[in-house]
């Protein structure tokens, strides 16, 4: 049987300067040989996100070392697509790289507020800082001319697989906000960076349900070697983090469970989201967002590692 996540708490809060006011979001980590650096976002007076660092100990009890005191990955230019934030996705060598995933994202019309596209980004410092694309990673296309967000690249035998969000709509909340509806979505790719193919839808929000998305999908692979699925089913009540069997069939809905043991702590009481895992040596760490989509900060859960990944 997995191990169970044993839950440090809130290990990350926004630093308070004038460009980090609130949230620590969308925690993605990198492990380094002494350390595991985690990229976040954090939001300025605006609520505009730019993608700081936080080095974390990799052994228990997991001491919080350093953070950057500037934004590694600031915003794009006026009218980029990124240009009202930059939240990471993942982090993941490449060609002696370091890419960066990330979710680049604009405001809009109070119909359809803003948009949010998967964006690469490239450091050779180790995620020091990094060099922004001038494009999303893929175009709009019909059905997702609003939303291509929240890139996880898997490699496989026969190439590469890309798992994101994506859609073109969204729905009036009972506060009169405008919140997206979008899917899970599908890509492969003989090319590591080539994703010019048309998507596979996986999974649909079931609207019947309550449910009107989905948040960060992260593949991963158990310590018995069964492959797994973590994302955020976000429903009008906000997100829950839960897995499921990585491979299913498109037209079932997997059975899934939740990730985060109970009882929630006083800063998770209302969702769990945006969980992403590493592992670093002898030790497996889930770092995740409790409420407000990150605004109380980044928590951590950790487990014995067992077979490779």
């Not at 001319?145 to 073109?168: K, M, N, Q, S, V």
């Not at 491979?247 to 899934?256: I, L, S």
């Amino acid at each position: 049987m997995t191990e169970p996540w044993r839950k440090l708490g809130l290990v990350l809060e926004a630093s308070g300067g004038p460009l980090s006011r609130s949230h620590a979001m969308l925690p993605t980590p990198h492990v380094m040989t002494d350390r595991v650096r985690v990229f976040y976002a954090s939001c300025d007076a605006e609520m505009r996100g730019r993608v700081f660092s936080a080095d974390f100990e990799p052994e228990p009890p997991f001491h919080l070392m350093v953070r950057s005191r500037d934004p590694v990955l600031d915003v794009g230019p006026d009218g980029a697509f990124d240009c009202d934030g930059a939240n990471p996705s993942q982090a993941v060598e490449v060609d002696g790289r370091l890419a960066l995933l990330y979710i680049g994202w604009r405001r809009g019309p109070p119909d359809e507020p803003y948009t949010l596209f998967g964006a690469l980004a490239f450091s050779d410092d180790q995620g020091e800082s990094f060099e922004r694309t001038d494009a999303p990673l893929f175009a709009p296309r019909p059905g997702e001319r609003l939303f291509r967000t929240a890139p996880f690249l898997e490699r496989r035998p026969d190439g590469y697989r890309l798992l994101y969000i994506g859609g073109d709509a969204f729905v009036t909340m009972e506060t009169g906000r405008r919140a997206p509806v979008y899917s899970l979505m599908e890509l492969t790719s003989s090319e590591v960076w080539g994703w010019e193919g048309p998507p596979k839808v996986l999974m649909a929000p079931d609207l019947a349900q309550g449910e009107i998305g989905f948040g960060r999908p992260v593949a991963f692979t158990t310590t018995e070697g069964v492959r797994r699925l973590m994302m955020s089913v976000r429903t009008r009540e906000g997100y829950r983090l839960v897995e499921m069997a990585r491979d299913f069939d498109p037209r079932r809905r997997p059975p899934t469970q939740d990730v985060i043991p109970t009882p929630l702590d006083s800063w998770e009481q209302q969702m769990t989201c945006f969980g992403a895992l590493c592992v670093a040596g002898a030790y497996e760490l889930l770092f995740y967002n409790g409420d407000g989509y990150g605004r109380t900060g980044t928590g951590l859960a950790w487990r014995p590692a067992g077979l490779g990944r």
